[in-house]
């Protein structure tokens, strides 16, 4: 699978300041919400990034498993959504050389709709 062609219009990023802390988060400026499913939707990859220290889970909905699976990712189908969850990076307490989840950063969204896009 290979995200750099990904070309995904209506990019949203939400900065939240703890994971759990709103039920319900106003819409971008271009419109887009929050899907309120996303905590529930499939780890597609992950990434690290040693510039900013945090590491990210990418995640996908059914359409964007079922795209990836089946070899349909250029371009990726219209309904495919994606969320990359960052967490700054920690030690983890009992094992130092070990690189865990620290606090929650943020959380951004990608929506495949070239309809409203």
Known sequence: MRFPKLMLAGGLAFAIAAAGAADRVAPAPNGI????DYKDW???GISDRSDNHTMRAILGN?????AARGGRT?????????A??????????????????????Q???M???AKKY
């Open 107 to 109: 959380v951004e969204f």
């Open 84 to 105: 990359k969850v960052a967490w700054k990076e920690a030690k983890h307490p009992n094992w130092p050389t070990a690189t865990v989840p620290g606090d929650f950063v």
């Open 74 to 82: 250029n371009p990726w189908p219209d309904g495919t959504r994606f």
């Open 42 to 44: 499939r780890v597609i």
């Open 33 to 36: 919400e929050m899907p309120a």
């Open 62 to 66: 059914d359409v964007a498993i079922a």
């Open 111 to 113: 929506i495949k709709d």
